[in-house]
């Protein structure tokens, strides 16, 4: 069955953390966190699941790059972006549209955008 990779963006100035989750309104944050749950297992339950996690800021990157005599270890992402990836599900769904029906529920229970895009096959 095709896999989709769902991310979520965040504005690259806001580096949200683990930390700054914490200064949000308590209310609000546990509500967000039921939400993913509640997507988490209903993923799980329709057989759709296969990972998902949040990553740590850009800030925090170090790019490898390998392809020269020697390999450098850059400080910092690859690129530099206004946003970047916060956040991702790996899931299975039998075609786009319903990728997309799992897209809008995350969506929902992040209170996010959520791109979608279809990891490529392996060659035959």
């Given at each position: 069955?095709?896999?989709?990779?769902?991310?979520?963006?965040?504005?690259?100035?806001?580096?949200?953390?683990?930390?700054?989750?914490?200064e949000?309104?308590?209310?609000?944050?546990?509500?967000?966190?039921?939400?993913?749950?509640?997507?988490?297992?209903?993923?799980?339950e329709?057989?759709?699941?296969?990972?998902?996690?949040?990553?740590?800021?850009?800030?925090?990157?170090?790019?490898?790059?390998?392809?020269?005599?020697?390999?450098?270890?850059?400080?910092?992402?690859?690129?530099?972006?206004?946003?970047?990836?916060?956040?991702?599900?790996?899931?299975?769904?039998?075609?786009?549209?319903?990728?997309?029906?799992?897209?809008?529920?995350?969506?929902?229970?992040v209170?996010?955008?959520?791109?979608?895009?279809?990891?490529?096959?392996?060659?035959?």
């Open positions: 069955m095709p896999q989709y990779f769902l991310t979520m963006p965040h504005d690259t100035a806001d580096e949200p953390t683990m930390e700054s989750m914490a949000m309104d308590p209310a609000e944050l546990e509500a967000i966190i039921a939400a993913v749950d509640e997507l988490n297992t209903a993923l799980t329709a057989g759709a699941w296969v990972t998902a996690g949040g990553l740590h800021p850009p800030s925090t990157a170090i790019t490898v790059d390998a392809t020269g005599d020697a390999p450098v270890h850059h400080p910092g992402p690859f690129v530099e972006a206004t946003q970047y990836v916060g956040g991702y599900w790996v899931i299975e769904a039998p075609d786009q549209q319903a990728a997309l029906g799992w897209a809008e529920r995350c969506s929902a229970a209170q996010s955008r959520i791109e979608v895009r279809a990891l490529q096959e392996a060659p035959q």
